[in-house]
């Protein structure tokens, strides 16, 4: 089984930046898509942004231009860049990757288990 260890959370001024990353260990397997998302109190979790295996990415509207991801594939990780951060940004982010794992071969979903972000003065 795929684990993935995210790092990076904490507290952050509004304005502010923060970078999480998210390691993927294991093995005989391969990462698709690789993603983050995030869910803050009362909330469902939502979608942050995506980026495939050749680097097409999908960010949210409300972190447009604020958030970047991007990944290595030969390290299995993937990284989120946030600027600007706002206070409606606090959540606790999950890191998600798609896996095709070889012995046996199965398809799933792998989730990290998650860190705090908080963004407040």
């Known amino acids: 089984q795929v684990q993935l260890v995210e790092s990076g959370g904490g507290l952050v001024q509004p304005g502010g930046t923060m970078r999480l990353s998210c390691a993927a260990s294991?093995?005989?397997?391969?990462?698709?898509?690789m993603g983050w998302y995030r869910q803050a109190p009362g909330n469902q979790r939502e979608l942050v942004a995506t980026i495939s295996r050749g680097g097409y990415t999908n960010t949210a509207d409300s972190v447009k231009g604020r958030f970047t991801i991007s990944r290595d594939n030969l390290r299995n990780t993937v990284s989120l860049q946030m600027n600007s951060l706002k206070p409606e940004d606090t959540a606790v982010y999950y890191c998600n990757a798609d896996i095709t794992a070889y012995r046996p071969l199965r398809l799933y979903e792998a989730w990290g288990q998650g860190t705090q972000v908080t963004v407040s003065s």
């Open positions: 294991g093995s005989s397997f391969s990462i698709n898509t």
